[in-house]
């Protein structure tokens, strides 16, 4: 069974940094899809950047592209988001997901099989 556990989360003021970690356990492949999803208050969760670990893939959604920074140790299975340039609009709850054995194959949450417990960040402007 899988276990993810984040990590990393916290409030800052608009423009600040954070970084995320999902530490992993219970892997039994060493190619999985990692993600990072996020919902805010009354919003749906949506998928912010996944991985695939052992490659070079990654996505990011189009409104953090150039400021949110996904990678892996694999040596740890740990993977990171590294947030910067953060806006208010960043503030939510942020959920590490995977899905075990395979690439990504999409960030819809129905491909996820395991969830973290969530991690808040929170955006002041």
């Known amino acids: 069974q899988v276990q993810l556990v984040e990590s990393g989360g916290g409030s800052v003021q608009a423009g600040g940094s954070l970084r995320l970690s999902c530490a992993a356990t219970g892997y039994t492949s060493s190619r999985n899809c990692v993600a990072w999803f996020r919902q805010a208050p009354g919003k749906e969760r949506e998928g912010v950047a996944s991985c695939t670990t052992g490659s070079t893939f990654t996505y990011y959604t189009d409104s953090v592209k150039g400021r949110f920074t996904i990678s892996q140790d694999n040596a740890k299975n740990t993977v990171y988001l590294q947030m910067n340039s953060l806006k208010p609009e960043d503030t939510a709850m942020y959920y590490c997901?995977?899905?075990?054995?395979?690439?990504?194959?999409?960030?819809?949450?129905?491909?996820?099989?395991?969830w973290g417990q969530g991690t808040q960040v929170t955006v002041s402007s």
């Open positions: 997901a995977a899905r075990s054995g395979g690439a990504c194959i999409g960030i819809r949450e129905s491909n996820f099989h395991y």
